[in-house]
């Protein structure tokens, strides 16, 4: 969930385990989202995407779910390795205004055990 | 494939200073996006741009500038430096504004004093 001050939520869990990392996003107009993953000292990369004509998309190890009635994104990695530790962000295509510009949640940090 | 290239990779700055970090892209994108990122408060668009020759401003544009005069290239201009512009800043590209991922740059980190 969210968490105050200069924290980024965090998310432990143990190797091995299924992660899920959720986000609310902004804007009912939005019809596309993308998950980003951020290792440190580095730029984010794209992990998967969805469009909003789908509840559900699966790539390798990954699964979005997307929920429009309540704004809700959720990533889904199965059996989480350690190089799967890093930030993850939710996008989606259109900022406040209502025009096209990528908005980006607040991140969460993800730590995996061995 | 070089994809995002920004420099530079990191500088410490003396306050009242300007400064301009540069960011190329060789995908012939359309897009172009910086952001800054400050701990907590994930990525918070400066400003943007959807084609050569247009930009716009995105959440957090004061004491910034930037230009697009071809669709490489997209300078971030701090023209004069404040501490409160100590962060590390993205360069992004995609396609076309609204569709498609974002292709991230290495990040610039700036420090002002």
């Known amino acids: 969930g969210e968490s105050v001050g200069l924290h980024l939520p965090t998310l432990s869990v143990q190797e091995g385990d299924n992660s899920i990392i959720n986000c609310a996003y902004s804007n009912s107009a939005s019809d596309y989202f993308i998950w980003y993953k951020q290792e440190s000292g580095k730029g984010p990369q794209f992990i998967i995407d969805?469009?909003?004509?789908?509840d559900k998309r699966q790539g390798q190890r990954v699964t979005v779910l997307l929920n429009k009635t309540v704004k809700h994104l959720s990533l889904q990695i199965a059996a989480t390795q350690p190089g799967d530790s890093a930030v993850y962000f939710c996008?989606?295509?259109?900022?406040?205004?209502?025009?096209?510009?990528?908005?980006f949640g607040r991140g969460t940090s993800l730590i995996v055990h061995p | 494939i070089a994809g995002i290239t920004q420099a530079p990779t990191s500088q410490i700055l003396a306050a009242g200073r300007r400064m301009t970090l540069r960011c190329t892209q060789d995908?012939?994108?359309?897009?172009m996006y910086w952001y800054r990122q400050d701990l907590g408060l994930g990525l918070r668009l400066i400003h943007y741009s959807n084609t050569a020759g247009t930009t716009g401003k995105g959440e957090v544009p004061d004491g910034y500038s930037v230009s697009r005069a071809n669709t490489d290239d997209f300078p971030l201009t701090l023209a004069s430096a404040v501490p409160s512009q100590t962060s590390v800043y993205f360069c992004?590209?995609?396609?076309?504004?609204?569709?498609?991922?974002?292709?991230f740059g290495e990040g610039s980190r700036l420090t002002v004093l």
């Open positions: 992004a590209s995609s396609g076309t504004a609204g569709t498609g991922e974002l292709f």
């Open positions: 996008a989606e295509n259109m900022g406040p205004g209502g025009s096209y510009i990528p908005t």
């Open positions: 995908m012939r994108h359309n897009a």
């Open positions: 969805i469009r909003s004509n789908m």
